[in-house]
């Protein structure tokens, strides 16, 4: 009784930590037309004083939505770019945040796959932000599938990316780990292709009760205690995540098959026509990403054709804590060890 | 009678006869061989060749009676641990080279007198990079299992990048006031591995590289291979290696990356499988040493590797 009563008292008090923050007052919210029809939700910064280069769109990984973006006003890539002089731009995948999800009656037919996101997504987003900001061209950041997201669209040519950084994002996820024969044998059984996978309602149940696990194994897949807190890691549980598409997830689940970066039919295959990319890329890898494994990072640099850069952020190249796979958007450091990093690239790619 | 099932209970296991011989090498170079023999038996069932890090002695296999050399060998095989230079007992050595065409072929003819069996080959870090280069020419080899051996050269962070800057002096973790530190950061990060086994391991285990072998190492790296004194190079050989192999992957890693290892599985003609655990898995992401010494080698590490080399487990 006891221990119910001080498990109770803890996820009471750890609520604190899960309260929503609310965007900054002079975050514009904004939507943009895709092709087919769909309408993504766009978030914006503008910088402080006058802009020092292109405008960079930002883009989450799987399960999440553009608060991984700005959690709040200490961890926000957004706001930090912004700070620095740069338009930023957070974007939600369609069925993720405010952005435009399954809807039979209006015409917004499953299944949503990765193919959606590079093929549809993306183009719109970047169209609206060349109309209002007036910039030629964009640079962008994602992380984790958000960079995948980026590798797809410019390795079938798409246009008006000038820089591009991706954060820990994997061409390949087969490495002999226990998960993923997992993932391979049990998800496609259990997945539809149609359906929408209830990730955010688990995460938003579950933040409340992190801080009840010291350094847990859950807690040590996503993020490292030495680089983030655990208050930032149940507000990102808390209104930083989203819905999986079961299409996108049988569709990234494939990528088990033999390393295979590739549209859901087969018929493009990305890794390989990332050779053809002339964008200049950043790839960055966490030592300790148990979720987009270093050498799955490595494996997306190397298929890329153009100018490229490839940096591990891990204590024994100067940071001072190891990296998980969210640290690098929510580390109390990532602003010194990782977005400087990032800045300085795209800085260092700025049209002539 | 308690008495006695307790006293049987606790009895320790029979002990693997250990044996050591110096090998001379054909210039003329001491290289040091140890031999662990299955309790009881005058042979093993097969023999397994042990080749460690550069720099890094037997103990990495033997430390305190623990590691992989006695593990195998109470599982009947018949184990060889090899020093060559500039590890453990051998010679100081001017030049990594040396490893493929002078050392291992020296070592290779010793076993072969021993064993009628193939060797099976356990390999581990750059040390055994070299002895997968030499695998299927001066060493031959049946089976590999490779144990966070890089392919791939490159420096693997800015703090082994500036160890072997340094002249690669494993001694210099001792005496300066941050480097059991920075000894943890690149050979055993955030895993389970106890603080004095590390120690002493560095202690015991290590030793000073010299000048000629740092500045070799380092130039690999940097340039991206190992050329060779019979025109080929290290990458080139690495191209054709074509041993089934069972590579063990570390994402701790901060000497041989992951990343610098994995590329095997394509760039070879061996069929390889991978491996790799993390601690959201299996309690621990393993680095460069504690695939060998770590407290959960035994449990995890040592199974999977001795069912591959019975041939058990999925064909890669």
């Excluded at chain 1, 769109?57 to 912004?82: F, T």
């Excluded at chain 2, 940097?222 to 004194?229: Q, S, V």
Aim: charged share 20%.
């Amino acid at each position: 009784m006891r221990w119910i009563a001080l498990a109770c008292a803890l996820a009471i008090s750890s609520c604190a930590a899960t309260r929503f923050v609310p965007l900054p007052p002079e975050a514009e919210t904004h939507r943009a037309k895709t092709d087919d029809g769909w309408e993504i939700s766009l978030t914006r910064y503008r910088p402080s004083g006058a802009p020092t280069g292109l405008p960079v769109i930002l883009c989450h990984g799987i399960s999440a939505n553009a608060r991984n973006l700005d959690l709040d006003e200490r961890h926000s890539l957004a706001r930090w770019l912004a700070a620095h002089g740069r338009e930023a731009w957070t974007m939600s995948v369609r069925g993720a945040g405010d952005s435009d999800g399954i809807d039979e009656e209006k015409g917004r037919h499953p299944p949503i796959t990765f193919d959606s996101y590079w093929r549809f997504d993306l183009p719109g987003v970047i169209r609206h932000v060349r109309e209002v900001s007036g910039a030629p061209a964009v640079d962008y950041v994602g992380h984790s599938m958000g960079g995948l997201v980026a590798y797809a669209y410019l390795s079938q040519g798409g246009q008006g990316l000038n820089a591009v950084a991706t954060l820990g994002s994997p061409t390949r996820l087969d490495w002999g780990t226990g998960l993923e024969t997992w993932l391979h044998s049990i998800a496609p059984k259990l997945v539809s292709p149609d359906l929408m996978i209830p990730s955010a309602l688990g995460a938003h149940a579950a933040a409340p009760f992190q801080a009840l696990v010291d350094d847990g194994p859950f807690q040590r897949f996503f993020y490292n205690p030495q680089s983030s807190t655990t208050a930032s890691w149940q507000r990102l549980l808390a209104y930083g995540t989203a819905d999986v598409a079961g299409g996108v997830a049988l569709q990234l689940i494939g990528m088990l098959d033999g390393g295979r970066f590739q549209s859901l039919d087969c018929t493009l295959d990305f890794k390989k026509d990332m050779a053809r990319i002339t964008t200049p890329v950043l790839v960055v890898a966490a030592r300790l990403d148990r979720v987009a494994l270093a050498p799955g990072v490595k494996d997306g640099y190397r298929a890329l054709g153009g100018p490229k850069e490839w940096l591990v952020i891990t204590r024994a190249n100067g940071a001072k804590g190891e990296y998980g796979h969210m640290d690098l958007l929510i580390a109390e450091r990532a602003a010194d060890e990782v977005w400087a990093s990032v800045l300085r690239f795209l800085d260092g790619h700025a049209p002539r | 009678m308690t008495a006695l099932v307790v006293a049987l209970l606790f009895a320790s296991a029979p002990e693997p006869t250990v044996s050591h011989r110096r090998v001379v090498a054909s210039d003329g170079a001491s290289l040091a061989l140890y031999r662990y023999l299955p309790p009881g038996k005058g042979e093993g069932r097969s023999p397994v060749l042990l080749v460690g890090e550069i720099g890094f002695g037997r103990p990495l296999f033997d430390l305190h009676r623990e590691g992989l050399a006695r593990w195998l060998a109470a599982r009947g095989y018949a184990v060889y641990v090899a020093e060559l230079r500039g590890q453990g007992k051998a010679n100081a050595g001017a030049s990594l080279r040396a490893w493929i065409h002078l050392d291992l072929p020296a070592i290779a003819r010793v076993i072969a007198a021993e064993q009628s069996e193939p060797i099976d080959l356990v390999a581990h870090g750059w040390g055994g990079t070299l002895a997968l280069a030499a695998a299927g020419r001066e060493l031959p080899v049946r089976r590999v299992v490779a144990l966070s051996t890089p392919v791939e050269a490159e420096v693997p962070s800015a703090l082994a990048g500036a160890f072997l800057a340094e002249g690669g002096h494993f001694s210099d973790f001792a005496a300066s006031p941050g480097g059991a530190w920075d000894f943890e950061l690149l050979f055993a990060m955030e895993t389970k591995f106890p603080p004095q086994t590390l120690e002493a391991l560095r202690a015991l285990g290590t030793r000073d590289l010299s000048s000629g072998q740092a500045a070799e190492w380092l130039a690999w790296m940097r340039l991206g291979d190992l050329p060779l004194d019979d025109g080929t190079t290290v990458r080139s050989r690495l191209l054709d290696f074509d041993r089934p192999t069972l590579l063990f992957l570390a994402l701790g890693d901060g000497f041989a990356g992951p990343e610098l290892c994995a590329p095997l599985r394509d760039t070879s003609k061996a069929a390889v499988r991978l491996r790799t655990f993390s601690r959201f898995e299996t309690g621990d992401d393993f680095s460069h040493v504690s695939l060998l010494l770590g407290a959960k080698a035994p449990s995890r590490v040592f199974p999977e590797l001795e069912a591959f080399l019975r041939g058990e487990g999925k064909t890669p």
